[in-house]
């Protein structure tokens, strides 16, 4: 449930004339996945956030952009990360644990 926000944020006179790029991004699939309770992300929130974004006319302005972020493939990924952890990664996404998860360095 989203609860009125009760505060606006506006940019002032001399923030407009001169506005910073802004990209957010996001997709409605950030939803369909949970990293806990205790994890600062929230789907909900996420929403909430895109939400209040749209609402107050953000997504309209020039400066303001959004983009669907896409899937990176493990060959991009190779280059900037060891085999084996992206191996480990891949067998943790499973949903399963793995004794052989305690010995990543």
């Known amino acids: 449930m989203i609860r ?10 001399e923030e407009m004339k001169h ?21 600062p992300f929230n789907p909900g929130r996420a929403q ?10 953000y997504f309209d302005e020039p400066w303001m952009r959004r983009e669907e972020p896409e899937m990176i493939t493990k060959k991009n ?3 900037y990360n060891d085999h ?3 191996d480990i990664l ?8 793995l004794d052989e998860f305690v010995h990543i360095i």
């Open 48 to 57: 909430t956030a895109m939400k209040l974004i749209q609402e107050q006319g």
């Open 19 to 39: 506005p910073k790029n802004s990209i957010i991004i996001y997709s409605g699939r950030f939803s369909d996945y949970s990293y806990g309770t205790m994890h």
């Open 77 to 79: 990924l190779l280059p």
């Open 4 to 13: 009125n926000c009760t505060y606006h944020l506006r940019f002032s006179e």
């Open 84 to 86: 084996a952890y992206i």
């Open 90 to 97: 891949e067998k943790a996404n499973s949903g399963k644990w």
